[in-house]
């Protein structure tokens, strides 16, 4: 059995314990029925799922991840979007704080293996919080890996260049600014958690899992590499300062001004810019200057260090690569972000993932 066979078997498992779990807190019946279905609008689950109550037959269309932190719940609400009101998360365990967000803040269907719950259709309507789980319990999923700041950095660039994943290392160095012995352990984290298969041999590496990597990813990178980016904030005095702003070589868009510049979909609230460390002491001084920015801990303005030496293939020159667009906009937890960030990954990120 290869380690992406494995992993699915592990998946199925948990969503039976969650299942039976929702069975002894809410007394409802819940089966699997189909496992990965295709649905007509091309839209793939992890599995069909059905619970009875009332004497109703309810379907849900389920997705398996395991969820530590609420940028994952943004994450998961996206990949449930094409299942409409059907979509379900079936995760280990949910907090009550998460909980409450999955209801409040996303409308976010889910259910856990201590038994928590929300689910809600016509003549039904479910939610139980606060179950914990078993002191001994196993959960059968594991904690995601993701590794640490530099790990990110190398699948960075290996999901923006796909290409790399059969490079020599001193490239995969270059793209993503680590140390050289670095790249050996990401390849043998990645392999022993079936996101990618070879390496015996030149060029028989293959990305298994791009999408579930590219997630993993957008989960980790708020919490373990954006707050090493050096931020600094600033606030502009007028909103619109940005419409004029020329940056600097080395320097680009991220966040809401990219994803505007990229969908036309989004009124921005903040501005976020990327600049070279190398480039930072004086790009930085002469952007304050022109356009009055104030230092300000809570200011609309935020500038990081990029992390990346490449520029992928279509990127307009002054934004930051599409992925990472997804990724600043997926951390806001904002609703009008979340729905522009999943137009961007259909439009800017998908296609090439699959090509991976």
């Known amino acids: 059995m290869n380690q992406a066979t494995q992993l699915r078997e592990r998946e199925i498992r948990l969503l039976d314990d969650a299942l039976a779990a929702l069975t002894r807190t809410t007394g409802l019946t819940a089966a699997i029925v189909t496992?990965?279905?295709?649905?007509?609008?091309?839209?793939?689950?992890?599995?069909?799922?059905?619970?009875?109550?009332?004497?109703?037959?309810?379907?849900?269309?389920?997705?398996?991840?395991?969820?530590?932190?609420?940028?994952?719940?943004?994450?998961?609400?996206?990949?449930?979007?094409?299942h409409g009101n059907r979509g379900v998360l079936v995760a280990p365990y949910i907090t009550a704080e998460l909980a409450n967000h999955c209801r409040n803040t996303l409308d976010l269907h889910f259910i856990d293996t201590a038994g928590n719950a929300y689910l809600r259709a016509p003549g039904l309507y479910v939610f139980v919080h606060g179950?914990?789980?078993?002191?001994?319990?196993?959960?059968?999923?594991?904690?995601?890996?993701?590794?640490?700041?530099?790990?990110?950095?190398?699948?960075?660039?290996?999901?923006?260049?796909?290409?790399?994943?059969?490079?020599?290392?001193?490239?995969?160095?270059?793209?993503?600014?680590?140390?050289?012995?670095?790249?050996?352990?990401v390849f043998f984290d990645l392999q022993g958690r079936g996101y990618i298969t070879g390496g015996l041999r030149k060029h028989n590496r293959r990305l298994?899992?791009?999408?579930?990597?590219?997630?993993?990813?957008?989960?980790?990178?708020?919490?373990?590499?954006?707050?090493?980016?050096?931020p600094r904030r600033f606030q502009a005095p007028d909103p619109g300062w940005w419409r004029q702003a020329r940056l600097e070589a080395g320097a680009r868009w991220g966040g809401e001004i990219a994803a505007t510049k990229l969908t036309d979909d989004l009124k921005p609230a903040t501005c976020t810019i990327y600049v070279h460390p190398e480039n930072a002491r004086e790009a930085l001084p002469a952007l304050v200057k022109q356009h009055h920015l104030r230092a300000d801990p809570h200011g609309n303005v935020e500038i990081l260090d990029t992390f990346w030496n490449f520029q992928p293939k279509g990127t307009q020159p002054d934004l930051v690569p599409p992925l990472l667009v997804y990724a600043d906009l997926m951390a806001t937890f904002d609703p009008r972000n979340l729905e522009v960030a999943r137009k961007i990954r259909g439009e800017h990120i998908d296609d090439a993932l699959r090509r991976a």
């Open 35 to 82: 496992r990965e279905p295709l649905r007509a609008t091309g839209a793939r689950a992890d599995a069909d799922i059905q619970i009875e109550a009332n004497g109703k037959r309810f379907q849900f269309f389920a997705e398996i991840k395991t969820i530590d932190r609420a940028v994952a719940l943004a994450t998961a609400k996206n990949q449930l979007a094409p």
């Open 131 to 185: 179950e914990r789980p078993p002191k001994l319990q196993e959960m059968r999923m594991g904690t995601r890996g993701g590794g640490t700041a530099t790990a990110l950095r190398v699948v960075f660039a290996l999901l923006c260049n796909p290409e790399l994943l059969n490079a020599p290392y001193r490239e995969i160095v270059a793209a993503a600014g680590v140390a050289l012995g670095a790249v050996g352990w």
């Open 208 to 230: 298994l899992e791009p999408a579930r990597l590219l997630d993993e990813w957008v989960t980790n990178f708020p919490i373990k590499l954006r707050p090493k980016l050096n």
